[in-house]
């Protein structure tokens, strides 16, 4: 609700209710007396508001701001696969945590596949993170 004057030629809001139902109609205000406003709406009736009722100034919907084409597109990322014959080996690197300085351990030129077989919880995103990391090196 707002208790300020509109001027004449502001877009308005007023809800009204009739009986059980609720109606809104959008005008422009026509004049404006001591305690009312008379607007139009835009089915050209004219209709009277007191500034004590339901009604506020009409805001025009934002419009929606295009997407941002500027950023950069996400690049998906390759899978690698490792054959079971690739051979790891450690680098002098050493990791600070007891988990991973424990799996440097298993990494003396042996072969991909038996170290998966031999320990179940070594996984191969483990070994993919100490390649990354340059704990490990592949070797030929």
Same mark, same amino acid.
């Given at each position: 609700?707002?208790?300020?004057? +509109?001027?004449?030629? =502001?877009? @308005?809001?007023?809800?009204?209710?009739?009986?059980? #139902?609720?109606?809104?109609?959008?005008?422009?205000?026509?004049?404006?007396?001591?305690?009312?406003?008379?607007?139009?709406?835009?089915?050209?009736?004219?209709?009277?508001?007191?500034? !004590?009722?339901?009604?506020?100034?009409?805001?025009?919907?934002?419009?929606?701001?295009?997407?941002?084409?500027?950023?950069?597109?996400?690049?998906?990322?390759? $899978? @690698?696969?490792?054959?079971?014959?690739?051979?790891?080996?450690?680098? $002098?690197?050493?990791?600070?945590?007891?988990?991973?300085?424990?799996? #440097?351990?298993?990494?003396? $030129?042996?072969? #991909?596949?038996?170290?998966?077989?031999?320990? +179940?919880?070594?996984?191969?995103? =483990? @070994?993919?993170? =100490? @390649? !990354?990391?340059?704990?490990?090196?592949?070797?030929?």
């Amino acid at each position: 609700m707002t208790f300020k004057k +509109p001027k004449v030629g =502001d877009e @308005i809001v007023h809800k009204t209710f009739n009986g059980y #139902l609720e109606e809104s109609r959008n005008g422009v205000v026509y004049l404006v007396l001591s305690s009312q406003f008379i607007y139009v709406s835009k089915t050209n009736t004219k209709h009277f508001c007191l500034f !004590k009722e339901n009604w506020k100034y009409f805001k025009p919907e934002k419009e929606e701001k295009p997407l941002n084409t500027n950023k950069p597109q996400q690049v998906k990322r390759k $899978r @690698i696969v490792f054959p079971n014959e690739t051979r790891i080996q450690a680098t $002098r690197k050493q990791p600070k945590s007891e988990k991973n300085i424990a799996r #440097l351990k298993l990494y003396r $030129r042996t072969k #991909l596949g038996s170290i998966l077989e031999r320990n +179940p919880e070594v996984t191969l995103t =483990d @070994i993919k993170y =100490d @390649i !990354k990391c340059g704990y490990a090196e592949i070797v030929q």
